[in-house]
């Protein structure tokens, strides 16, 4: 399913689950359509990708998810799709009525919608979504924002792992061949967003206003070979192409014997004619190993400056032991780590694009509150397993800096609530009862409120920041985490903490349900 | 990026990396563009999800590949972006020869192209697909190809274990929500043709002409708690509304205390009007017991035959644990084991549409010959891995099937070999030199030729069969596997062999390329 229709159709409003629709006409049959209700959208915990974890998360998809909302309608196709739709007896399972609200009535912005802002830092168990408006509306768009979020969160985060690992040198998304379908098409954006800097992908480059890089593939100094000819007449040929521009991938016959050698006659010749050669790129064999090899060819050959771009399989682990295998070697062959470290930049695809290790964000929607009689009546799941237990009720939340202006905790509370004004300020741990922090005035730089309004009123009103106005934000937030919450191994454990409001109402409501 | 005009740029022609429209412009620039190429598609290795892995794959994509190669042009959009690039040097990166070229001459189907059906039996290192024609469309398809055809056979070859485990009983695929953004799209197609029976997702079952599945949401019943009624209430009302397709979700408060004796409540209001109720769906807790009680309370009450539809996070081992679970407990609690094995279905979300544990497919594409002069000149890549040295030259696969009609080996042979005359038939380890089999005519059935032209002089020849129709090829070739290969855990692995004649050129090409 690739034709642009088709692709249509199914990326469209229709991008939801069947018990959404079957759930919103029972809501229309009992009038209850229009009550106004609250979902809250949080994951539940950070990726797990095995034998490492991720501290926190790195929130994307919202320029995505708003673009999806302003263009979901029931149109003629849909509407027909569903009319057509059977019971099991064989009658029509939409009736009349409910298609006609959706085709007239229906619209997928009809919601106030509060959302954490792109690349910022966002944390488990902590509303990174909150939609308020019809009850139907919220139930319809619910899969479509899961589908959207989840995974360009999933992507990001794994990107600003790669790159913190990679001491921030320039990181490039390769992933297209081996992403999960069109999942590429945001897959690349999100990768953007939490520490890609560009990306091979052409189409989606394209359309985020980003320049799309590569270098070349092994079949292109094969079709030389087959052609009779050899490595260095394919090298020579692509630097005459793109003198400005040469990357060469040196890994096609022989690294060391062959690749490099070859490489540095072609640097020579963009020299002498006054171009400046870019790099070579490995792909193949023990990379640390053979870059302090190669970067000693190339310092000696007087190209101390050209990029050495590594590529094979990578992610934040391998290139962690890549860059402690240089830390460790490179003196040894007479070439300075450091240096060595700062002129490696990265080509990473499969397992950042796929978010190896953990390959879904555990993102849920759950309804916490439903109006009646204009008041908010409180919503609760049980669980057997206490951390599932929803969190009910209308809520907003809030980001604590302490005196050295790192984020502390991130606090969950009522919306009547302003935590601004409380010292001590308590932060009630989710789930233990007698587990509580209380911090006095002079422990709290400030407090930040977290979730903004992005739709309002069935508009947008939320800003579109460009791609690098979210890098900073990301940078600023990260560098406010504590370098243990950081850690790419065995991180520690961000405070997420209730209210003491919201710590009764969930108990209070635990009691009320279970005794019912 | 969700507009519908941006995806469909993302998701044409420029689905590709940046470095294939380089390398072609490099080839334009040499007049070798058109120089008859020829590339295989295959994959290195059955999926390994950690503690288990796969036997075999479930080939999956050709549908979607050919859509989009129908579709793929350099229409004014794409060539007003091409021409905008810029090299380092602020010179245009694609001239306006080649981006003449690509807007009037390129057509992605200028291939023949080879390919396996889909829903059959595949194995590593046996081209899936062969594309044969101009080198630069060649490469320019690659990264789309890729794309579309690794995911959906990874996502086939999921579907098809969790059916197994399932011993085939109703499987209704969940995973939307929870999918890699866009993914879900084909990633629901693949899903269906591997072992899927349904999916939840409404636009992509439309497109394939499927009807969606789904249940409930636990927030149906917390909408009716808070607004003061009951959990029978919802059940009531939306049995009410749905009466002959009535499968309610038990577990929002009380799975056996509330759930269940509601559901039955229901059922018998049902029954009564003369609607047969569909199932119970148990989303929480130890699936094997309490499945095992929710059908001895279904059969005391008379509902012997309603489903009981388990979810929450299964795949194949979670169903073989529940399976086994319930042969070993159901007879002390009075139920039969085989009927509640039988009444069983399953809703599979994310471990499913991700392929959790093994989130990437290995499928690579390599230069494997090149035309010169009319004659076909076989190209080689050698690794320092032997595993990974390219087989080179132009090939065609064939299946052997023995005495019990048994698949026995993919042999890939060269193009001007016809396997099916020669006896004793030799079957050679692909890169162990001394390992050989030598089948003599009695232990042969029959020999198959797997590959079928699907692109001829430019257009499509292939029949497109429907699904149910890949689910009999399916299903005819797993039945021909070896049970030891069909196995969840530890697989026998099945024989991929190269002809005699395709070992010796292979040979003969790594002693050359290592002496040159």
Redesign the interface.
């Known amino acids: 399913?690739?034709?642009?229709t088709?692709?249509?159709?199914?990326?469209?409003v229709?991008?939801?689950?069947?018990?959404?629709?079957?759930?919103a006409?029972?809501?229309f049959?009992?009038g209850?359509h229009e009550t106004t209700?609250q979902?809250d959208h949080f994951f539940r915990s950070n990726p797990d990708y095995?034998i490492h974890k991720a501290g926190f998360c790195i929130y994307a998809g919202l320029?995505?998810?708003l673009?999806?909302l302003?263009?979901s309608v029931f149109g003629e196709n849909e509407i027909h799709?569903l009319r057509h739709?059977?019971?099991?007896?064989g009658?029509p399972?939409f009736k009349e009525d409910f298609l006609g609200w959706l085709q007239n009535d229906f619209s997928a912005k009809a919601v106030n919608l509060y959302a954490m802002q792109e690349g910022r830092v966002v944390h488990p168990n902590v509303p990174i979504h909150v939609v308020e408006g019809p009850?139907a509306v919220g139930?319809i768009i619910?899969?479509g924002l899961?589908?959207?979020v989840?995974?360009?969160t999933?992507v990001a985060t794994k990107a600003a792992r790669i790159k913190q690992s990679a001491h921030g040198q320039l990181l490039m998304e390769?992933g297209?061949?081996?992403?999960?379908?069109?999942?590429?098409?945001?897959?690349t954006?999100a990768a953007l967003i939490g520490g890609a800097d560009f990306s091979?992908?052409?189409?989606?480059?394209?359309?985020?206003g980003f320049?799309?890089?590569?270098?070349?593939?092994?079949?292109?100094v094969?079709?030389f070979?087959?052609?009779?000819q050899s490595e260095l007449d394919a090298f020579q040929?692509?630097a005459d192409?793109?003198?400005?521009?040469c990357l060469l991938l040196v890994d096609?016959?022989d690294t060391l014997g062959s690749g490099v050698p070859n490489a540095i006659k072609v640097f020579e010749n963009l020299k002498r004619k006054g171009?400046?050669p870019?790099g070579i790129r490995l792909d193949?064999?023990d990379l640390a190993h053979i870059s302090i090899k190669a970067a000693k060819m190339l310092n000696e050959a007087g190209f101390p400056e050209v990029s050495i771009v590594l590529s094979n399989d990578l992610d934040e682990l391998v290139i962690w032991q890549i860059i402690t295998q240089i830390q460790e070697e490179a003196t040894r062959y007479g070439v300075d780590p450091e240096k060595l470290i700062h002129r490696l930049t990265y080509g990473v695809g499969?397992k950042l694009i796929?978010?190896?290790g953990d390959?879904?964000?555990?993102?849920v929607?759950?309804?916490v509150?439903?109006s009646?009689q204009n008041e908010w009546?409180?919503?609760?799941?049980?669980?057997?397993n206490i951390d599932k237990t929803l969190n009910p009720g209308n809520k907003r939340v809030w980001r604590v800096y302490d005196q050295r202006s790192k984020a502390t905790a991130d606090l969950v509370a009522l919306y009547d609530e302003d935590v601004r004004n409380q010292r001590p300020l308590v932060l009630h741990h989710p789930t233990l009862a007698t587990k509580q922090r209380c911090l006095d005035a002079d422990e709290i730089d400030h407090i930040e409120k977290l979730l903004i309004p992005v739709i309002r009123d069935g508009e947008i009103v939320a800003e579109r920041p460009t791609i690098p106005e979210m890098w900073a934000m990301r940078d600023t937030d990260i560098e406010a985490l504590d370098p243990g919450v950081r850690r790419i191994m065995n991180p520690h454990t961000y405070h997420v903490s209730l209210s003491k409001k919201l710590w009764d109402l969930k108990q209070a409501m635990i009691q009320k349900?279970k005794a019912a």
């Open positions: 399913m690739m034709k642009s088709d692709l249509l159709t199914a990326s469209g229709l991008l939801t689950d069947q018990y959404q629709l079957t759930m006409q029972l809501y049959k009992l209850i209700a979902f095995g320029g995505s998810l673009d999806w302003d263009e799709y739709q059977k019971s099991a007896a009658e399972l009850l139930q619910e899969t899961l589908n959207i989840n995974y360009q999933l390769f297209l061949r081996r992403a999960q379908g069109l999942g590429a098409v945001n897959g954006r091979s992908n052409v189409g989606a480059s394209h359309v985020l320049t799309p890089k590569g270098t070349h593939a092994h079949s292109m094969q079709v070979l087959g052609m009779g040929a692509y192409l793109y003198p400005d521009d096609t016959i171009h400046r870019v193949s064999g499969t796929t978010s190896s390959s879904a964000l555990d993102g929607y759950k309804l509150a439903i009646q009546v409180p919503t609760l799941k049980i669980s057997e349900t």
